[in-house]
């Protein structure tokens, strides 16, 4: 069989438009079960590799999907589409109205999916028992350093003791496993990765670090300054033995390796460096109601204006179907001719 060099199968690239049932699939034969939904693109943090310490322009109130908008959506990908995970996002996915209701609507749909939520974790402490009891099922949490300074410097605010105290609140509330998505900042990032693998094992979360992407509001990302994945792995080697996880990988972006020998293990989520388009399982959708078959999508497909002007969900479902059909090979970083999207992940959704 002939396959590309992200090694996906040449042969199956059909002609003509996606089809009308069946699973959300592309030409390539990759099947999208993991719906990524960005609740807003607001925030209350002000990441240096996310946006500008001003801010952004936030979407207007009337282009962000109403709860009812969202819940159709919903509905129409998990009845109709075959979605068996769905992930809230942001921005700031607390800063959402109505988390709660759309949370338990989610977990009201047939067949019931896995519901989980990234979130920077600053107000979390006082949200998960409500999420848990809504119906969320575990949380990622972003947090780059535990170094009180690092992070001030990193989010622009030092709201630190917040997402320890989240962290530690949505592992009473059992939203577990309670994992930490890790981007490293290139100055003090090796220093960050060895002190937030030993915060994760005394805590039982589960660290995820996170190659840096070219999503940055200002467009300054430089190949040459990011911690790849293999530099994040010798880093963590000068202090623990890693050993291959041997379970299979499936879908999971993450590479795992057992720390020490133990149940513990890390990941390691090398975005740039190793592709792998190959196993992608997700599409998007954005605050206003924009689906995007990858991350790193120059197009979109608007299922708002559907909503609003009256379509049925055979029309939505289409629309949705025909997005995920036109899907590229992989999201070309590595390619020279790669364009950054201009929407950066504060707006697209993690």
Known sequence: MTVTSLGLPTVFR???????SGPLIDTFGRVATDLRVSLTDRC???CTYCMPAEGLDWLATEQVLSTEELVRLLRIAVTRL???NVRFTGGEPLLAKDLDRVIAATAALRPRPQIALTTNGVALHRRAQALAEAGLDRVNVSLDTVDATHFAAITRRDRLDDVIAGLAAAQR???RPVKVNAVLDPQTGRDDVVALLKFCLQHDYQL??????P???GHSWERGSVLT??????TLRGHFTLTPDTAPRGSAPAQLWRVDGGSATVGVIASVSEAFCAACDRTRLTADGQVRNCLFATRETDLRALLRDGSDDDAIEAAWRSAMWQKAAGHGINDPSFVQPARPMSAIGG
């Open 14 to 20: 059909p002609v003509g438009a996606a089809p009308a």
């Open 44 to 46: 209350n943090l002000r």
């Open 82 to 84: 075959g979605i068996t």
């Open 173 to 175: 509330a059992g939203l």
């Open 208 to 213: 995820r670090v996170i190659e840096q992407m």
């Open 215 to 217: 999503l940055d509001a």
């Open 229 to 234: 994945a293999a530099e994040i792995l010798e």
